[in-house]
T-cell receptor, first 113, second 111 residues
Framework: KQEVTQIPAALSVPEGENLVLNCSFT??????LQWFRQDPGKGLTSLLL?????REQTSGRLNASLDKSSGRSTLYIAASQPGDSATYLC????????????FGAGTRLAVHP | NAGVTQTPKFRVLKTGQSMTLLCAQD?????MYWYRQDPGMGLRLIHY???????AKGEVPDGYNVSRLKKQNFLLGLESAAPSQTSVYFC??????????FGAGTRLSVL
């Protein structure tokens, strides 16, 4: 059974720091790995999607990497801003026709001025 | 562009009452999903659909039923609500294996 774990559960940093959020998954048979952002009381917004054949994806100040062999993905946020404060969730999309995303519990990020 | 729309946004039920949550998407996606989100547990898949007229069980399907009579709509039903079903419910849609687009959620309390 696929399990997705995110560490740390919460993080508080001053503005301007570079951050690394960690995600690990137990089954390497994934189709892709997705990172989402969730603001309080809101739905999820997709940030980055990494196909299983890729090693990383970049969007602006965000960079996500994928290492299937070790069952890990990281989300790197450069030069953090207060507007980055949110919960970040990673999700593994299972291969083998299951068409399912398995979510981690998320990392709650607070960036203070 | 509306994307994924969920109704209602909030609802309070008494134990034993029934209700239906509606999800509508305007992106012509084949796949639609219902999740619930509880504190500290991330999102868990309740049911999903890979096309009009088809449904399948996810991780936590007990106590819920779904229907996909039209491609753009995916309904989640609670026949006899229980306090354990107090949660935030999210609907999502996608084309196969691609980014899932989420609605804003329905906050349900069962007293």
């Amino acid at each position: 059974k696929q399990e997705v774990t995110q560490i740390p559960a919460a993080l508080s940093v001053p503005e301007g720091e570079n951050l690394v959020l960690n995600c690990s998954f137990t089954d390497s048979a994934i189709y892709n790995l997705q990172w989402f952002r969730q603001d309080p009381g809101k739905g999820l917004t997709s940030l980055l999607l990494i196909q299983s054949s890729q090693r990383e994806q970049t969007s602006g100040r965000l960079n996500a990497s994928l290492d299937k062999s070790s069952g890990r993905s990281t989300l790197y946020i450069a030069a953090s801003q207060p507007g980055d404060s949110a919960t970040y969730l990673c999700a593994a999309f299972l291969s083998g026709g299951y068409n399912k995303l398995i979510f981690g519990a998320g990392t709650r990020l607070a960036v203070h001025p | 562009n509306a994307g994924v729309t969920q109704t209602p946004k909030f609802r309070v039920l008494k134990t034993g009452q029934s209700m239906t949550l509606l999800c509508a998407q305007d992106m012509n996606h084949e796949y639609m999903y219902w999740y619930r989100q509880d504190p500290g547990m991330g999102l868990r898949l309740i049911h999903y659909s890979v096309g009009e007229g088809t449904t399948a069980k996810g991780e936590v399907p007990d106590g819920y039923n779904v229907s996909r009579l039209k491609k753009q709509n995916f309904l989640l039903g609670l026949e006899s609500a229980a306090p354990s079903q107090t949660s935030v419910y999210f609907c999502a849609s996608s084309s196969q294996g691609n980014i899932q687009y989420f609605g804003a959620g329905t906050r349900l309390s069962v007293l």
